[in-house]
T-cell receptor, first 113, second 111 residues
Framework: DTGVSQDPRHKITKRGQNVTFRCDPI?????LYWYRQTLGQGPEFLTY????????KSRLLSDRFSAERPKGSFSTLEIQRTEQGDSAMYLC???????????FGQGTRLTVV | GQNIDQPTEMTATEGAIVQINCTYQ??????LFWYQQHAGEAPTFLSY????GLEEKGRFSSFLSRSKGYSYLLLKELQMKDSASYLC????????????FGGGTRLMVKP
């Protein structure tokens, strides 16, 4: 499978716990995006990487959220001290530098109880 | 920043034609995208417009008017499997070329 891969697909955690999600982009894609989507809404931008550099970060992203992309390959998104409001689908997408569309992974559905 | 508006829900009949509109405001427009998303699944790419005019791809067509900040997605010969959310997204070169999505239009196709 050469598409965008996300792990895990589902995560249930207790409020206050930390969680980490992983995204493996399409191998030749330099750009990697993280989005969050709640039911009935469009994806909301969280952050964006060009290779290993984090170039954009949403103002909506609290200090509890951090993302990394070491070596410009896979990326991780960590949420510390999770809250019930963090329950959502977390989508990763990648695109080539001069490409058009972004390709999305299947997402990680987070439920905070 | 960006502001993207599209209707929340639409209903259409199998075999018919439906047009989903999208209006946007952005400072550094660098392309408009339409994605299809079935419930519980990832968005999948449908179309891309960066110049004014109509792009046709099988049963789906997308139109763009940059001066009006307006696009539409046209779906012909509707099938039941077309029931999904349709997401309009704008790429902004002033914001790292990231995509900003509208809230999506949930299309229900009825027999």
């Amino acid at each position: 499978d050469t598409g965008v891969s996300q792990d895990p697909r589902h995560k249930i955690t207790k409020r206050g716990q930390n969680v980490t999600f992983r995204c493996d982009p399409i191998s030749e894609h330099n750009r990697l995006y993280w989005y969050r989507q709640t039911l009935g809404q469009g994806p909301e931008f969280l952050t964006y990487f060009q290779n290993e550099a984090q170039l954009e970060k949403s103002r909506l992203l609290s200090d509890r959220f951090s993302a990394e992309r070491p070596k410009g390959s896979f990326s991780t998104l960590e949420i510390q001290r999770t809250e019930q409001g963090d329950s959502a689908m977390y989508l990763c997408a990648s695109s080539p530098t001069r490409g058009t569309e972004a390709f999305f992974g299947q997402g990680t559905r987070l439920t905070v109880v | 920043g960006q502001n993207i508006d599209q209707p929340t829900e639409m209903t259409a009949t199998e075999g018919a034609i439906v047009q989903i509109n999208c209006t946007y405001q952005t400072s550094g427009f660098n392309g408009l995208f339409w994605y299809q998303q079935h419930a519980g699944e990832a968005p999948t790419f449908l179309s891309y417009n960066v110049l004014d005019g109509l792009e046709e791809k099988g049963r789906f067509s997308s139109f763009l008017s940059r001066s009006k900040g307006y696009s539409y997605l046209l779906l012909k010969e509707l099938q039941m499997k077309d029931s999904a959310s349709y997401l309009c997204a704008v790429r902004d070169q002033d914001a790292g070329n990231m995509l900003t999505f509208g809230g999506g239009t949930r299309l229900m196709v009825k027999p």
